[in-house]
């Protein structure tokens, strides 16, 4: 209920009236006055109610008379009656209606009732009654009232001194309270109060309103009080003490800040009365004096009193805290001060009520930051932050130095005997000490070095400076400090301060960050930079107090043995460390990195990163020390560790401390066992929980603060890796890291307590690098950088070793690279080149690792979904495939095979995507080398297959030629022939994709020229690409080409073989798709090219037999050396080069060369053919006759599709309804001839119309002739060399020559208009040869005929077929080309002398074909020789000279050049030999042609016979009839009967044709001839035999008939009727006279021999047989006489008589005698024989009429 409601107004009166009733009571007796004033009072308040209103104002206006009675009330001494005043007073004062005045009069009253002592208690009541109400106490009144209380508080009762002490605090808060609220009224008035002057006296207060003015007197009063003046204003003061005096100042201080902070001359009053004072009551414990505390008393005391030390201290923070910036100069003094407070010289209470003070300090962040505005970082000045961390730490340092007894401050200084010794000693002995048991083993958290054990207690909650001893205000004595109550206050400000900086700093950056990013979104363009002014502070302030930080934390790191302490010191470091980064303070950010990282190694580690860094950041810190100049003093040292010493040290302010051994080991739990990572085994290593502990705040550090790590990431990395190397960390798939066992040496040893530890410490390895996604650019570069210095130094370390190696850096690039994918562009050079380097380490694991983690990040990067996609990204595309490629320099094959590996899975998972990454994909496919092995190979090669059967139509065009070049590798190298083989095959697969989609591959590649063309002009150079200008489809058909012409060089022949076949079928199915100037390079710079080549290889290859293909393969005899492995490759090249020149005869004829590249054709068609080898030189003449049977196409679309087939036109354009398939559509045209000629342009041209292509084609011809002659010479001409054994170098084979030869005929009807007698010539020479050549003994059985049968060899057949073909020509031939005749003839004569006289082939010794050995042909010795059985071939040719001259003997030619003498003169041969020819048949044939040369030739030359041309023929003639029917050669022995018959008519022939085509025709015939046939005719008619009787000659058979018929011709020819010449009359009677007298002659021998053999006696068995022999042909001889003579009978009878001279008819008569002495014989046969010559004798009994009338006449 409010004061002022009517209600609570009406119960004032009530009470009022109710108290003045009792005031009556009381008084009526023995105060009357006062009785009646409280009458009179009762009755003013009735009449104030009745009268007004507003009741409380006028009880105010009145209050002086309505308070009376109760003032006389208490001055009646009587402690009822006044207690009853006091409460009305009160009460009045309650609903404020007091007035100034009665609030004076009150006053005045209540000091009257303080003097006498009495309700003391009541009285303070009243007065903070009535100032607390009301505010109409001012001044004097105000002052007197104060004055009271304080009197109060110096009474002998305590209670009361409490109580006054109490509403002294209140009434000094309610005055300044009335002040801020005078202040609130009055803001809105601009008031502005004259500066106060330096020198301003207590006076000059006139500006000040009235509480202001109460205010400032109180409190420069209280100032007075304190610094033992005589007070202003506070009259009537008896006594004060300080230290109450100085609790009064820090509370105003504290809770009216604003106070003295908005009025300046309240800022007069603390800049020169409080400051000055506190500084002088300092002086005691500056100077530190020794001696005991006396009673309480105002005088100033000199020695550190604890009372008065405490509170100043108070009031120095509350100065600090809200004065700083009026006070700065004061305050640097203060904080000196307080610095110098933590002196070790200092009492330990001083010590410890200092530390509380800085504390409270350390948590005002913002304070700190002013510290460093205001000194740090002003010139000359002290750095007063610097120090008071510095002090902070060093104060932790002194308390674990165990103090020497020699050290004077080891003096107790403290009357309570327990210093920081004592202390100690206390708990050492399990004393008093900070609680808990002594004893080096605790499980309370405390920390210890080097023996020095110091507890740690719960001094305060984090961020709150919660002070035990400053807060001891009742304590006189100084208190007794627990042990570690100094080390719990100080850890807990240096958390705080760290905290606090911290905070505030993160804070205002995360705040400027904001800003930044809002200014960013309004203005966007504009490059927002943010002022440098706050963050030179915060980097003053970081730099300022980090050395004192890092020394005091490194050693409390070290000496804690709890674990929530560890973490809280872990996590300052970290805090600071983040800071420092965030900062950008290098040196500082990695001090504290490193003290986290050697706090998380085993001690004295040896780990050299951590090392130099230390000895950088101690440089420095020197080096930031000489700008200092306080430096010596405070710059401070890291803790340093140093491979060589056992212990560590630290130096904090100037004291350098040296740490024997880290004594924490003692006391932590070894929870790991494990190598160091090094080069040299140095045993084992410990790790305890701490390091864990320590490790995994490394780990947190990285993980949230990895943006600002920098350059430490190389500290921390290096750390972790050396840690996890120590617990057995291996990697596994993707570079997480999992526990695994030790590879060398003893496994590590791990407790389960770490055990559990490890999956999570790996896991948050893992989520540390998978962080590095949220890391900005640059710092992901300096982990890359980090990961990569780490990995080179494990890839030194692994150099010359083969221990496993640490892999944690590799590992981690391949996490950080996987998890960065969206970015990967700015790390990937960096990475990947370092991983590069990793690959060609020699060490297998680390290059495994290494190619893991390269082709992992490749194929992670390609299948990452970029944005944008890789399919618009070329570049990025090339970047992430470029280390793929650079793999290919790796030598190591285990790197290799993953390249490929990863190559094929790349192609099956984003083969399709790949496009301009497919050449660097297809240059990896393709750089393998012969020294990879097979595994490798086969591996590319997969990768090969799978581009060229699924990913060809997917890749731009331009990588064609590189799958080309590729494939072509493949067939190149020589690891695996299969595969060799295999690629030629792709090559084939691949020219088929050339021709399905030439038409698009073509638009393609024209696309990108014409681009490339454009380029090449700007930068103004020439297009460079292989085959310019071809166009570009036809390039790629070029490549295809040129690739496969290498792979026909192999030095394997199996893949030559194959790469032939593909070449050239691929050139026939697909060479159509060429434009015609393209044709020119394939024929010049793959084709003749590819044939120079492989004939140099033939021609120098090896001629050593190879023994095996390898394995168990055997060879063929025929391929066992590699000349005869390059010769099948020389037969292959030249037949597919041939069959081009053949099917695209056309097209080539268009390129302006054409003959060039013929006579280069020729040129090699000579030289194979002329090879030593057989196989290659038959096949240059199959080539040869391929190029000459060249088919003139028809001209219309008669033409037949094997014709167009040949021609090489593809299937598809043949047959008009067949699908065009996949390639270019084909509209269907009427005319092949259209079709064919718009054929991708007009490639396979239209034969030219009309002999306009004669004359080039006379060309061609007559080259081939040339080679053709060429070759022929070179391969008959006999050798040269010696006779004998000696093997020739060379003789051609008879399949060769036989298809040498039957070349001629199709080269000659294109030759024939311009062959001459020369040129016949030469061929005679080159046929002669040929039929000349032997054949080798093993080989004849092959060849030959057996000898036995009379057939011809195709050599033979061909030399007749070639002659043949000439004949006819020239037959049809005109005029001129007769002449010709003869020189055929004469060819043809030379063969027919091969029956009798077979050719010799230079001087080399041949054998008869029968006697060769054929059945035993040894392998070591040289085969013999065998010469041909000619007689078949001469046989043949004498009757193609019979048939030809049948043809020809009326020519001119023919005549003149003696053909038919020529013919003569070589029957001769055969006729004289007759049985002595090689064959039987040799010399019937002779004379069968003989007969039928001269049946056709005799009336040739009678009729020449004028012209006298055959007058050399008759004797030749006249010879051979001679030679022939009186041969010298004897029958064999074997001759049946009849065969002699059958030889004997053969004679009567000859006989016969002398008597029908000779002799009637005398008159014709040279008179010589004539005698020379009738001598012949003579000597044949007579039939006789030799007398000498020899067994061999028994068997000699007469030859009747022929005699018959000769001596028939010489009759008929003798006694024809024709009128002869004398001389022929002549030949005949003396032919007629010799046949007589031979006839005489064997009629006697018969005779006498009948005569002997009839007297003889009977002879022996032997004889008789003999005899009958004999006796046989006597008998025979007589029957063909007897024959003769009748026969001689007929014709004497017919002739006319004056035909017969007398001397024959003598001998005639002559006979008779004889004749009749043989009737006595006794064989029948002549007897019948003797009675038909008798007979005709009886005609001639008497001499005819007419010769006597002759002899008359």
């Keep these: 209920m409010s004061t002022s409601s009517p209600e609570a107004v009406k119960k004032l009166l009530e009470n009022m009236q109710t108290d003045l009733r009792s005031l009556s009571m009381e008084c009526k007796k023995k105060f009357p006055p006062v009785k009646e004033a409280a009458e009179s009072g009762i009755v003013k308040i009735k009449t104030i109610a009745a009268r007004n209103s507003d009741i409380l104002a006028t009880l105010k206006e009145n209050s002086s008379e309505v308070v009376q009675p109760f003032l006389m009330g208490c001055g009646t001494k009587e402690p009822k009656i006044t207690q009853l005043c006091l409460a009305a007073i009160q009460r009045l004062m309650s609903h404020e209606v007091v007035s100034e005045a009665a609030a004076g009069n009150i006053i005045n009253m209540l000091w009257q009732l303080m003097e006498n002592g009495q309700e003391e208690l009541k009285l303070l009541q009243t007065v903070l009654v009535l100032l607390t109400t009301n505010t109409v106490v001012h001044d004097q009144v105000l002052s007197k009232a104060i004055v009271l209380c304080f009197r109060l508080h110096f009474t002998k009762d305590n209670i009361t001194n409490n109580t006054a002490a109490a509403t002294v605090r209140q009434v000094v808060t309610v005055v300044f309270e009335r002040m801020v609220a005078e202040d609130e009224r009055f803001k809105d008035i601009v008031d502005q109060p004259p500066p106060v002057q330096g020198n301003t006296n207590r006076r000059s207060v006139s500006t000040l309103r009235p509480s202001a003015k109460d205010a400032y007197m109180l409190f420069q009063d209280l100032c007075q009080l304190v610094n033992a003046d005589a007070p202003y204003w506070l009259v009537g003061m008896t006594e004060m003490t300080r230290t109450f005096g100085l609790e009064l100042l820090e509370s105003v201080l504290n809770d009216f800040p604003r106070v003295f902070l908005q009025h300046q001359e309240f800022s007069f009053l603390l800049k020169e009365r409080v400051c000055p004072l506190v500084i002088k009551l300092f002086s005691p414990n500056i100077k530190f004096r020794q001696g005991n505390s006396s009673a309480a008393s105002p005088a100033p005391v000199e020695k550190p009193y604890f009372p008065i030390c405490m509170r100043l201290l108070r009031v120095v923070s509350v100065l600090i805290k809200h004065f700083y910036s009026l006070l700065v100069t004061e305050c640097e003094i203060f904080l000196s001060l307080l610095v110098k407070f933590l002196d070790g010289e200092k009492p330990q209470w001083l010590r410890a009520v200092a530390v509380e003070s800085v504390h409270r300090l350390c948590v005002q962040p913002h304070l700190l930051r002013s510290f460093c505005l205001s000194y740090d970082m002003k010139q000359h000045s002290t750095k007063v932050f610097r120090d008071i961390v510095n002090a902070l730490g060093s104060f932790i340092q002194s308390l674990f130095i165990v103090l020497n007894t020699g050290n004077p401050a080891a003096t107790n200084t403290s009357t309570g005997g327990s210093g920081a010794q004592g202390a100690a000693q206390g708990a050492a002995q399990g004393g008093p000490g900070a609680g808990g048991q002594g004893g080096s083993l605790t499980t309370q958290a405390a920390f210890e070095y080097r023996g020095t054990w110091i507890p740690l207690m719960t001094v305060s909650v984090q961020g709150s400076a919660k002070a035990t001893y400053l807060e001891m205000l009742d304590k006189v004595e100084p208190p007794s400090i627990p042990e570690g109550y100094a080390m719990s206050v100080a850890f807990s400000a240096l958390l705080d301060l760290v905290r606090g900086i911290t905070s505030m700093i993160e804070r205002a950056l995360a705040k400027e960050e904001e800003e930044a990013a809002v200014r960013r979104e309004a203005n966007p363009d504009q490059n927002t930079q943010l002022e440098p002014g706050a963050h030179l502070v915060w980097e003053e302030m970081v730099s300022a107090c980090w050395c004192g930080l890092l020394a005091a934390l490194s050693l409390l790191l070290d000496a804690s043995t709890d674990e929530t302490a560890t973490e809280s010191i872990l996590k300052a470091e970290l805090t600071v460390a983040a800071l420092c980064g965030r900062l950008g303070l290098v040196t500082p950010r990695d001090a504290f990195i490193t003290a986290i990282c050697k706090a998380s190694l085993p001690p004295h580690y040896a780990l050299t990163v951590l090392s130099s860094n230390t000895a950088n950041i101690n440089k420095a810190k020197k080096t930031a020390s000489k700008t200092a100049p306080l430096a010596k003093a405070t710059t401070t040292h890291p803790p340093k560790m140093s491979r060589g010493n056992t212990g560590a040290s630290y130096s904090i302010q100037g004291q350098s401390v040296q740490i024997i051994s880290s004594s924490s080991e003692s006391h932590q739990q070894v929870v790991a066992v494990g190598q160091p990572l090094s080069v040299q085994p140095q045993g084992t290593v410990v790790l305890t929980a701490k390091n864990i502990q320590c490790m995994r705040t490394l780990l947190n550090l990285a993980h949230c603060h990895g943006v600002v790590l920098g350059t430490s990431w190389q500290l921390v990395l290096a750390t972790l890796q050396h840690l996890v190397w120590i617990l057995g960390l291996k990697p596994g798939v993707g570079g997480a890291l999992k ?17 559990t530890d490890l999956p999570v410490i790996s896991n948050i390895l893992s989520r540390l690098f998978e962080s590095s996604q949220y890391l900005d650019d640059v710092s992901l570069h300096h982990l890359i950088h980090a990961l990569c210095s780490l990995s080179l130094e494990a890839v030194e370390m692994a150099y010359g070793t083969n221990k496993e190696p640490s892999l944690f850096a590799v590992a981690k690039l391949l996490e950080t690279g996987l998890v960065n994918m969206d970015r990967i562009e700015i790390l990937w050079r960096p990475l990947t080149g370092h991983l590069l380097e990793v690959c060609q380490h020699p060490n297998a694991r680390m290059r495994e690792w290494g190619a893991e983690a390269v082709t992992s990040l490749i194929k992670a990067g390609l299948a990452y979904k970029h944005n944008p996609p890789l399919a618009q990204n070329q570049r990025l595309q090339l970047l992430l495939l470029n280390p793929l490629k650079e793999l290919s320099n790796v030598l190591h094959a285990d790197i290799r095979q993953k390249q490929l590996e990863s190559v094929l899975q790349i192609l099956q998972s984003q083969g399709d995507s790949l496009g301009p990454g497919w050449p660097l994909v297809l240059g990896v496919i393709g750089a393998i080398r012969n020294d990879q092995g097979e595994s490798l190979i086969r591996t590319a090669f997969q990768c090969l297959q799978l581009v060229v059967t699924d990913f060809l139509p997917t890749m731009p065009c331009a990588c064609l030629q590189i799958v080309v070049d590729v494939a072509g590798s493949f067939g190149l190298q020589n690891q695996e022939l299969n595969i060799s083989l295999t690629s030629i095959g792709l090559l084939w697969n691949i020219s088929d994709y050339f021709f399905q989609r030439g038409e698009a591959i073509t638009q393609e590649l024209e696309r990108e020229e014409a681009a490339l063309q454009k380029q090449a002009q700007e930068k103004g150079e020439p297009l460079n690409r292989p085959f310019h200008p071809a ?36 050139i026939a199915a697909h060479g159509t798709l060429l434009q015609q100037p393209t044709w020119h390079i394939v024929v010049w710079k793959v084709l003749f090219h590819l044939l120079d080549c492989v004939r140099k290889s033939s021609t120098t290859a090896d001629r050593e037999k190879i023994e095996s293909g390898g394995g168990n393969i055997l060879i063929h005899h025929s391929r066992d050396t590699a000349e005869k492995q390059w010769a099948e490759t020389w037969v292959l090249t030249l037949a597919g080069v041939a069959r081009i020149f053949n099917t695209r ?32 030189s038959l096949a240059a003449l199959k080539s040869f006759q391929e190029i000459l049977q060249i088919a003139t196409p028809v ?55 009309g002999e306009e292509s004669t004359l080039e084609d006379a060309a061609l011809w007559w080259s081939a002739w040339n080679t053709w002659y060429r070759t022929g010479t070179d391969s008959t001409r006999p050798p040269s060399g010696g006779t004998g054994t000696d093997r020739p170098s060379f003789v051609p084979s008879q399949p060769f020559l036989t298809a040498l030869v039957q070349i001629f005929p199709a080269l000659y009807q294109h030759i024939k208009t311009g062959f001459s007698m020369e040129d016949l010539r030469k061929l005679g020479v ?45 037959c049809v031939g005109p005029e001129n080309l007769q002449v010709m005749y003869p020189a055929i003839f004469e060819q043809l004569l030379l063969f027919v002398e091969f029956s009798c006289k077979p050719p010799q082939y230079g001087k080399m010794e041949t054998k008869h074909v029968a006697n060769a050995k054929y059945n035993q042909i040894q392998l070591f010795t040289p085969a013999e020789w065998v010469a041909l059985n000619y007689v078949p071939f001469a046989e043949r040719s004498l009757e193609v000279v019979v048939d030809l001259y049948h043809k020809t003997a009326c020519h001119k030619a023919v005549i003149n050049e003696k053909v038919l003498q020529n013919i003569i003169k070589t029957l001769r041969m055969p006729l004289g030999l007759k049985y002595g020819c090689p064959s039987e048949s040799t010399w019937k044939l002779a004379v069968s042609s003989l007969l039928k040369v001269l049946s056709t030739g005799l009336p040739v030359a009678r009729q020449h016979a004028s012209s006298r041309k055959f007058d050399t023929m008759w004797p030749e003639l006249a010879n051979a009839f001679k030679d022939f029917l009186f041969t010298k050669s004897t029958p064999p022995d074997n001759v049946s009967i009849q065969e002699f018959q059958k030889n004997e008519a053969i004679d009567v022939e000859v006989v016969q044709l002398i008597s029908t085509e000779i002799l009637p025709f005398a008159i014709f015939i040279p008179k010589d001839f004539v005698g020379q046939i009738m001598a012949m005719l003579n000597k044949g008619s007579i039939h006789s035999q030799s007398s000498s009787f020899t067994e061999a000659e028994v068997d000699v058979r007469m030859r009747e008939e022929f005699s018959k018929v000769c001596f028939e011709t010489l009759l008929q020819f003798s006694f024809s009727n ?9 030949i005949s009677r003396m032919a007629l006279s010799v046949l007589l007298k031979r006839s005489q002659d064997v009629l006697r021998r018969y005779v006498d021999d009948e005569r002997l053999s009839g007297r003889c006696p009977l002879p022996s068995g032997q004889r008789m047989k003999l005899d009958c022999q004999l006796l046989r042909q006597q008998v025979t001889e007589i029957i063909f006489v007897l024959k003769a003579i009748s026969t001689l009978m007929d014709s004497l009878k017919k002739t006319q008589p004056e035909n017969v001279d007398g001397t024959t008819w003598a001998q005639v008569i002559a006979l008779y005698p004889t004749l009749v002495e043989c009737i006595t014989c006794s064989s029948s046969e002549v007897s019948s024989a003797l009675k038909e010559a008798m007979g005709p004798f009886k005609d001639f009994m008497q001499p005819p009429v007419s010769r006597v009338q002759n002899g008359e006449s």
């Design 739 to 755: 526990p695994g066992r030790a590879v060398e040496g003893p496994s590590t040893v791990l407790t389960t307590a770490v055990m």
């Design 1031 to 1066: 166009p570009p489809f036809d390039c790629l058909w070029l490549c295809l080409y040129a690739k496969l012409g290498q792979l026909c060089v192999d030095p394997r022949p199996a893949v030559r073989k194959s790469a032939g076949q593909t070449m050239f079928s691929t």
């Design 1145 to 1176: 005869r056309y097209l080539l004829q268009q390129l302006g060369d054409y003959f060039k590249a013929w006579e280069v054709l020729l040129d090699h068609i000579q030289s194979a053919a002329l090879s030593k080898n057989s196989e290659v």
């Design 1195 to 1249: 001209k219309d679309s008669t033409m037949s599709t094997d014709a167009l087939a040949a021609m090489g036109v593809p299937p598809v354009l043949i047959d008009p309804l067949s699908a065009p398939g996949p390639g270019r559509p084909l509209l269907r045209s009427d005319s092949m001839l259209e079709r064919l000629t718009s054929y991708n342009g007009a490639e396979l041209q239209a034969p030219p119309p």
């Design 1326 to 1370: 080159i046929l002669h040869g040929a039929v000349s050549i032997p054949i080798s003994s093993d080989a004849s059985p092959f060849i030959l005929p057996s000898y036995t049968e009379a057939v011809l060899t195709s050599l033979q057949e061909a030399v007749l077929t070639a002659l043949d073909v000439l004949q006819k020509a020239i």
């Design 1618 to 1626: 024709k009128v002869s010449t004398p001389q022929e009359g002549y």
